[in-house]
């Protein structure tokens, strides 16, 4: 079967059973390259720790991991996920206040990096078994009406996560910490996410993490950026930008050689992954309307269900297909609302045409919920355009988890 207009980024993918994930290795290689690259411009040593959350195929853990990248885990599901994708205590970074005491124990002697972020890790660090040093890191609140007012979404862009240096929190650790022995603050955490990811915001929370550095007199070994960039793409912010902006930040208090590290999720992750559907049905309602109705669901690609439209490619199996003035292209969930875009004076969509949704990534496979139709499969495509499955699609019996 041959369709018009098909995309470049797998050699076979006219062939590939939908609905389904394409996954493309060098898109994400080059991601993790570029941005380790731009950040050793400006510093001696740097690591990322890609975010599971952001997109936790096991396949990907496994391709971040050999492409030099930690593994940074948000709860004790994800600290365990990678560690059966390979990655050993010391390359996880541990953070969240979804730790487990088992796993938090373990992280600590095993040498992952353990930001701290509840109360009760501080007991839990308090009872670690004596006769060595623990290295933690504890998350610093952020206000970033506070520390960069531009890139507030109100004026009280608070955040729950953290310890605040606004209140007596983040000094009342410093000095719980002070009073065990055995335990060092090695390193300072920080994560934000602002709305358009503006490099001078990264310029001004590192400065506001420098000066509370200063103000405790810290000697660390590192400052975690967190997440929160753009990946590569034209007219946006670039990987070098945020390292100078970083740097900046860090060089005006002379801290420019602590080791930097980045937490990318949506950077890494958004571009590398695509998704393909397939009409199953075309309904004629009004004069006006045609229904297009796709194996896929705005479940797989859009779980917010806030956008409404997409980076996508439609696939006609031929071209001489009549103009029909609107068609509007659904999902195949019986939510009404399970409607992706509308198309207006294009060639009539049938059944078999094929929609390739591009830069799915971020936030999609981690939230698709198992509703009416599983997860699909996982395609990934490698530097040769050949494809292979790298997960099956989901079944009846994978949500069975009783014994029968
Ligand atoms: C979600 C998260 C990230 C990744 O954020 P992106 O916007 O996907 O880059 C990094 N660090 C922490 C602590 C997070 O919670």
């Not at 470049?8 to 390259?33: H, K, M, Q």
């Not at 040769?384 to 949500?399: H, K, Y």
Request: aromatic share 10%.
């Amino acid at each position: 079967m041959m369709y018009i207009g098909v995309n470049n980024l797998c050699n076979n993918s006219n062939e590939l059973p939908t609905p389904c994930y394409i996954f493309d290795e060098a898109e994400f290689g080059r991601g993790i390259d570029g941005f380790k690259e731009a950040l050793l411009t400006r510093f001696a040593d740097v690591a990322i720790g890609y975010s599971v959350k952001t997109n936790s195929l096991p396949y990907a853990l496994r391709q971040a991991r050999l492409h030099g990248c930690m593994a940074e885990v948000v709860s004790h599901d994800e600290y365990q996920l990678a560690g059966l994708c390979g990655f050993e205590p010391r390359e996880i970074i541990y953070n969240g206040p979804m730790k487990s005491r088992e796993t938090f124990v373990e992280a600590m002697q095993g040498g992952a990096i353990v930001n701290l972020e509840t109360k009760r890790e501080l007991e839990w660090l308090a009872a670690m078994p004596a006769g060595r040093t623990y290295n933690v890191g504890i998350r610093l609140n952020i206000n970033i009406s506070h520390v960069s007012p531009k890139d507030a979404d109100s004026a009280d862009d608070n955040s729950r996560f953290g310890f605040s240096d606004e209140s007596s929190e983040f000094a009342d650790v410093l000095s719980a910490l002070k009073a065990m022995t055995g335990v060092r603050v090695a390193g300072l955490h920080i994560h934000r996410t602002t709305h358009w990811r503006e490099p001078r915001f990264y310029e001004r929370s590192v400065d506001y993490a420098a000066r509370v550095i200063e103000k405790y007199g810290l000697e660390l070994d590192y400052l975690d950026v967190g997440g929160g960039y753009f990946g590569i793409f034209p007219n946006k912010p670039t990987f070098a930008d945020y390292a100078v902006a970083i740097h900046n930040g860090l060089s005006r208090h002379g801290m420019e050689r602590l080791r930097i590290i980045v937490e990318p999720g949506n950077a890494l992750t958004a571009s590398a992954f695509s998704f393909l559907s397939e009409v199953i049905d075309v309904k004629q309602v009004d004069e006006r309307t045609r229904f297009v109705t796709t194996d896929g669901s705005r479940n797989d690609i859009d779980p917010f269900f806030r956008k409404s439209d997409y980076l996508k490619e439609i696939l006609y199996r031929d071209s001489s297909r009549p103009a029909e003035p609107r068609q509007l292209v659904a999902g195949c969930t019986c939510l009404e609302y399970d409607r992706m875009f509308t198309l207006s004076d294009s060639p009539r969509l049938e059944v078999g045409d094929r929609i390739l949704y591009n830069n799915v990534g971020a936030y999609t496979l981690t939230l698709t919920p198992q509703f009416i139709r599983l997860w699909p499969g996982v395609y990934a495509v490698d530097n040769d355009g050949n494809s292979r499955q790298v997960r099956r699609p989901s079944t009846a019996a994978d949500i069975i988890l009783f014994d029968k």
